[in-house]
Nanobody, 121 residues
Framework: QVQFVESGGGLVQAGGSLRLSCTLP????????IGWFRQAPGKVHEGVAC????????LYVELVQGRFTISRDNAKNTVYLQMNSLKPEDTAVYYCAARRGAWACDWGDFWGQGTQVTVSS
């Protein structure tokens, strides 16, 4: 089963920062659109940021615009989600997902196991 390896979650105070990472062993992520998603208890699964497979264009949902940055390092075969100015409502399990040759803003063909992000007030 193909699965991302994610890291970087944890507990942080409101206003703090975290950087999430994901890599897909055995696959060159440069050919994949990558999306970051999150799900909080009792809430719907939602995409928060995505990066294109072609020119690294990025898209964000309004709730995280200006606070979160998605990027990729092809040399390290890793995609990041830099999260600044975190709020308690950002608390969720965060997942990365990938689609070969396409945007992964709404869904992905491969998923990570999720990493917990908890923001205390």
């Amino acid at each position: 089963q193909v699965q991302f390896v994610e890291s970087g979650g944890g507990l942080v105070q409101a206003g703090g920062s975290l950087r999430l990472s994901c890599t897909l062993p055995g696959f060159a992520l440069r050919y994949y659109g990558i999306g970051w998603f999150r799900q909080a208890p009792g809430k719907v699964h939602e995409g928060v940021a995505c990066i294109s497979p072609s020119d690294n264009s990025t898209l964000y949902v309004e709730l995280v615009q200006g606070r979160f940055t998605i990027s990729r390092d092809n040399a390290k075969n890793t995609v990041y989600l830099q999260m600044n100015s975190l709020k308690p409502e950002d608390t969720a399990v965060y997942y990365c997902a990938a689609r070969r040759g396409a945007w992964a803003c709404d869904w992905g063909d491969f998923w990570g196991q999720g990493t917990q992000v908890t923001v205390s007030s």
